[in-house]
């Protein structure tokens, strides 16, 4: 079936850098991936929706100058988190999706990284 | 925005027991879509609706998609304790390039041996 690849899987970093986690999807072509943000015990949070070749969509309340999407090729998309904060700390998930022309896809997803800003 | 309401939010059940959860949406989806996840990793899709009034089974799992397209439930017979984990239902919509899913607030089960 398809897969998903996500790395790092865990990243601790200091407050004022950036973190880069790369999204691949590895045996299909993504045309879109999204991002999610997960906090602990709570539900996946849509942080946004990154098209191969365009620019990413946001969702209302995410700074698309801190959280930087590139989806440069079909397998693959990254986010960057710059000037990470403590408040940054979270568990990120993507995922990727063929899309198909009679049906939803469903998405597929990687295993999170989880970030830790000190 | 989309809101699913999940229920139950937790359960606690002895291993061999049958489990049900649900979501309802205040609209309609085109997709029902339902993950586990396991603690530090991503979501894992369980069972994808595609029609309304649909039931789909996988192993030990079945999963409808109401009539009204806006509410769908999760069964487990006969719970194991691998079965622990959370389950989220996730509603998605097509069109356009915009597959996004809402999903709902997950149902963290735990099982008893």
């Known amino acids: 079936g398809a897969v998903v690849s996500q790395h790092p899987s865990r990243v601790i970093c200091k407050s004022g850098t950036s973190v880069k986690i790369e999204c691949r999807s590895l045996?299909?072509?993504?045309?879109?991936m999204f991002w999610y943000r997960q906090f602990p015990k709570k539900s996946l949070m849509l942080m946004a929706t990154s098209n191969e070749g365009s620019k990413a969509t946001y969702e209302q309340g995410v700074e698309k100058d801190k959280f930087l999407i590139n989806h440069a090729s079909l397998t693959l998309s990254t986010l960057t988190v710059t000037s990470a904060h403590p408040e940054d700390s979270s568990f990120y998930i993507c995922?990727?999706?063929?899309?198909?022309?009679?049906?939803?896809?469903?998405?597929?997803f990687g295993n999170g990284t989880r970030l830790t800003v000190t | 925005g989309q809101q699913l309401n999940q229920s139950p939010q937790s359960m606690f059940i002895q291993e061999g027991e049958d489990v049900s959860m649900n979501c309802t949406s205040s609209?309609?989806?085109?997709?029902w879509l339902w993950y586990k996840q396991d603690p530090g990793e991503g979501p894992v899709l369980l069972i994808a609706l595609y029609k309304a009034g649909e039931l789909t089974s996988n192993g030990r799992l079945t999963a409808q998609f109401g009539i009204t397209r806006k509410d769908s439930f999760l069964n487990i017979s006969a719970s194991i304790p691998s079965d622990v984990g959370i389950y989220f239902c996730a509603g998605q919509l097509q069109g356009g390039s915009n597959y996004k899913l809402t999903f709902g607030k997950g149902t963290l089960l735990t099982v008893n041996p």
């Open positions: 609209s309609i989806f085109n997709t």
């Open positions: 045996d299909f072509q993504a045309t879109t």
């Open positions: 995922s990727a999706s063929t899309i198909r022309q009679d049906r939803g896809s469903p998405l597929h």
